[in-house]
């Protein structure tokens, strides 16, 4: 077990560069087994779920080499097992990919449940839905999903909510169906966008990824592709409110600035200065920062995953800030343990009041899950004196050397190993 100890109140000043998306990664591995041939993905993040996945891959008869830590050559060739077990994906929420790959090369998927993050149910019957209407019957018994089908034939699928998951699972499964299909209602995000790009270097046909309406023409066969995923748009909003938290000077670096737009009107509207370029993103943070409303929402709205960050920054800005959490039922939980760093905040179901605070101060905190992980160092970074956070595992999901990173700005932060 590690833990992470922060002396905090340390400004933070520099250049920062952020490493390719764990949303898009995550997708666009499974994807890679779809071509029956050999992709090369690279600008991935060094991170656990990363290595979680190839070797899930690498377990139905996939073949995965790292060319470097940030590039992955998978050979797909060779599967012959379109069974994924709870304890090669346990850890993870993106195992459900694995159903929408293997329904549409194979029309057959057996799947564990996902796993992840214990902060709300992950209901998949948007999944369901969608690869019934394809022309797959699925099952879910004993802890697996079972999908199968004579043949895939296009739909026109209407999600009953914003799904990423279910909008990309269909995608997957559809790329080979005969005939058109049809994704209304479909979520937006830059992963989606990232993953139907790579599907479409290996052949698949897909317009309208990033608008609420994609359509995917089934094609006969898919080839082999090499291809840079996006940079990871939460990664660079954890950097961006560290450098608020510190009032510091950071230079974020390797990103999309249009996909930090929710972002950063916001760092504006609490006294921020907020200057974009090309591919970065450089926050300058005054000595008062003003506290802000939030309600998080599918993109282009303000995300969910950068929720437990703001409300850090939130309970040391001047004033009270409220955050209405729309995505998930439970994120909250992680605020038990910001409480103990001297935040003040209250709970009422979705909602959160923030009443900011002069100081926080440091102690000894445990991650709930990824993100709330990602809170609490910023809040840590933040507090007089030390902060140790356990459960350190759950940052280590989604963030690649998250502590080098930070001490490259000036932070003191160390790793322990128990």
Partial sequence: ??????????RLEGHVYISGAKNAAVAIIPAAIISNDICVIENLPVIED?????KAIEKIGASCEFRDEHTLIIDSRNIKSCYAAYDSIKKIRASYYLLGALLGRFKKAEVALPGGCNFGVRPIDQHIKGFEALGAKVTVE??????????????NIFLDIVSVGATINIMLAAVFAEGTTIIENAAK??????????????????????????????????????????????EAGTYMI????????????????????????????????????????????????????IKTMTYPGFPTDLQPQMTALLSVANGT??????????????????????????????????????????????????????AL??????????????????????????????????????????
């Fill in 377 to 418: 160092v910023i809040a840590g970074l933040a507090a007089q004196g030390q902060t140790e956070i356990d459960n350190v595992k759950y940052i280590d999901r989604g963030y690649e050397q998250i502590e080098e990173k930070f001490r490259m700005l000036g932070a003191d932060i160390k790793r322990v190993d128990d």
């Fill in 242 to 293: 560290s450098a608020a938290i510190t009032h510091g000077d950071v230079m974020v670096h390797n990103i999309i600035p249009k996909h930090m737009d929710s972002l950063s009107a916001k760092l504006r509207e609490m006294n921020c200065n907020v200057e974009e370029g090309d591919d970065f993103i450089r926050v300058i943070a005054k000595d008062k920062l003003s506290s802000s409303n």
């Fill in 50 to 54: 990363v290595i979680i996945l190839s």
């Fill in 1 to 10: 077990m590690s833990r992470l100890i922060i002396n905090g109140q340390k």
């Fill in 321 to 374: 800030g409220v955050i209405t959490e729309t995505v998930w039922e439970n994120r909250f939980q992680y605020i038990a343990e910001l409480k103990r760093l001297g935040a003040n905040i209250k709970v009422d179901n979705k909602i959160a009041i923030i009443n900011g605070t002069k100081n926080l101060t440091g102690a000894q905190v445990c991650a709930t899950d990824l993100r709330a992980g990602a």
């Fill in 142 to 155: 004993h802890g697996m999903i079972k999908a199968i089908a004579s043949k895939l034939v296009g739909a």
């Fill in 189 to 234: 995000e830059p992963h989606v966008v990232d993953t139907a790009n790579f599907l479409n270097m290996m052949g698949a046909k897909i317009k309208g990824a990033g608008t609420d309406v994609i359509r995917i023409l089934g094609v006969e066969n898919l080839h082999g592709a090499q291809y840079s995923i996006i940079p990871d748009q939460i």
